[in-house]
């Protein structure tokens, strides 16, 4: 079985920066196009950014030219640089397998995203 660990995630201040880091138990991950997806208080969760394995990428237009998703394959992990961050981008952030693609695995835990003043 899988497993997937966020983390990077915590109280920021908009306009800030983070990066977050989703290590993958299993070197499988390389074999699959990856993304970050996230949940705010209250609603469903969201598809954020995908990565192929090829390294192409895709993002939702609430975060393209703010938010940068790369992968580290050798390592294992997946990573989410976000730049100017916002009050809206607060919410449970979590990686796994595109949707689109394949049928994603056992969720982690995620990791928290509070943007506040």
């Known amino acids: 079985q899988v497993q997937l660990v966020e983390s990077g995630g915590g109280l920021v201040q908009p306009g800030v920066s983070l990066r977050l880091s989703c290590a993958v138990s299993?070197?499988?991950?390389?074999?699959?196009?990856m993304a970050w997806y996230r949940q705010a208080p209250g609603k469903q969760r969201e598809w954020v950014a995908r990565i192929t394995t090829g390294g192409n990428t895709n993002y939702a237009d609430s975060v393209r030219d703010r938010f940068t998703i790369s992968r580290d394959t050798a390592k294992n992990i997946v990573y989410l640089q976000m730049n100017s961050l916002k009050p809206e981008d607060t919410a449970v952030y979590y990686c796994?397998?595109?949707?689109?693609?394949?049928?994603?695995?056992?969720w982690g835990q995620g990791t928290q995203i509070t943007v506040s003043s």
């Open positions: 796994n397998r595109d949707y689109r693609v394949n049928t994603p695995w056992r």
């Open positions: 299993d070197s499988i991950f390389s074999r699959y196009t």
